[in-house]
C-alpha cells in the first residue's frame, strides 16, 4: 500500500478583532462597533444612549451604565477605546465627561474588555490626518473609510466610531503593521487639499453633559 502524503492546510484567517468606542457623557452616550482584519474595517453597529436631562447625576449614570451593558451583552467586543477627559477652560464640561467616562470604565471592567484611552486630537489626526479637525470632517472621513451607506445620525455616534477605528489603526501600528489601510489612507489624501475650520465644543458635544 502507498502512502498518501497529507494535504497541506490553508490555516484560517485571525478572526476579525471587534473593538467597542465609546463617547462619554452624562445625558448623551455614543457607542460604536468596528471589526477590523488585515487592513479592513467594518462597522458593525452604532447608536446612541440617552438618559432624561432633569434626573439626579446619579440615576442618570446608572442608567447609561445599564444601556452600555445591553450593548457589550449583544455585540461582545474584544477590546474597548474611550475618550480622554479634555482639559480646557470649561471646567463643568471636564467633569462632567469624566463621570460619564468613569461609569463606562466600571461597566467594562466588570465585562472583562480592556480599555484604552485616546485623546480627543489623537482620535481626529488618526481619522482624518488633522488633530485641529471639526466634527464633521471626522464624520465625512468615517463615512468614506468605512465604506458607510449612510452617515450615523449624530455626532455622539461618529465619534464613538472614530475611537474604535483610531485604536484599530494604533494597535495595528503597535503591531509592527502599517496602521493605515488603503481606503484609509486615500481618504485622508483626498481630505487634506480641504480646509479645516477652527475648533470648538458643538452643540452636540454641550448636550451630551
Not at 467597542?20 to 457623557?25: A, E, I
Not at 462597522?43 to 434626573?55: P, Q
Request: glycine share 12%; hydrophobic share 45%; charged share 20%.
Amino acid at each position: 500500500m502507498v502512502a498518501l502524503a497529507p494535504v497541506p492546510r490553508t490555516p484560517a484567517p485571525p478572526a476579525p478583532l471587534r473593538v467597542l468606542g465609546v463617547d462619554p457623557g452624562t445625558r448623551l452616550m455614543g457607542w460604536g462597533i468596528v471589526d477590523g482584519q488585515g487592513s479592513r474595517y467594518v462597522a458593525v453597529a452604532h447608536g446612541v444612549l440617552r438618559v432624561r436631562a432633569d434626573l439626579p447625576i446619579a440615576e442618570r449614570l446608572g442608567a447609561l451604565a445599564a444601556g452600555l451593558r445591553r450593548v457589550i451583552a449583544e455585540h461582545l467586543p474584544h477590546e474597548a477605546a474611550l475618550e480622554e477627559v479634555f482639559y480646557g477652560k470649561d471646567v463643568r464640561a471636564a467633569v462632567r465627561i469624566g463621570e460619564g467616562r468613569g461609569a463606562a470604565l466600571v461597566v467594562l471592567a466588570d465585562a472583562g474588555v480592556p480599555v484604552t484611552g485616546y485623546a480627543n486630537n489623537v482620535v481626529k489626526k488618526a481619522v482624518s490626518g488633522g488633530g485641529r479637525a471639526p466634527k464633521e470632517r471626522v464624520l465625512t472621513m468615517l463615512t468614506r473609510i468605512l465604506g458607510l451607506r449612510e452617515s450615523p445620525e449624530t455626532l455622539d455616534a461618529s465619534d464613538a466610531l472614530a475611537q474604535a477605528l483610531c485604536h484599530h489603526q494604533r494597535r495595528g501600528i503597535a503591531l509592527g503593521g502599517g496602521g493605515l489601510s488603503p481606503r484609509m489612507a486615500e481618504a485622508i489624501a483626498q481630505a487634506r487639499g480641504q480646509s479645516p475650520r477652527q475648533p470648538g465644543r458643538s452643540a452636540s458635544a454641550r448636550r451630551k453633559l
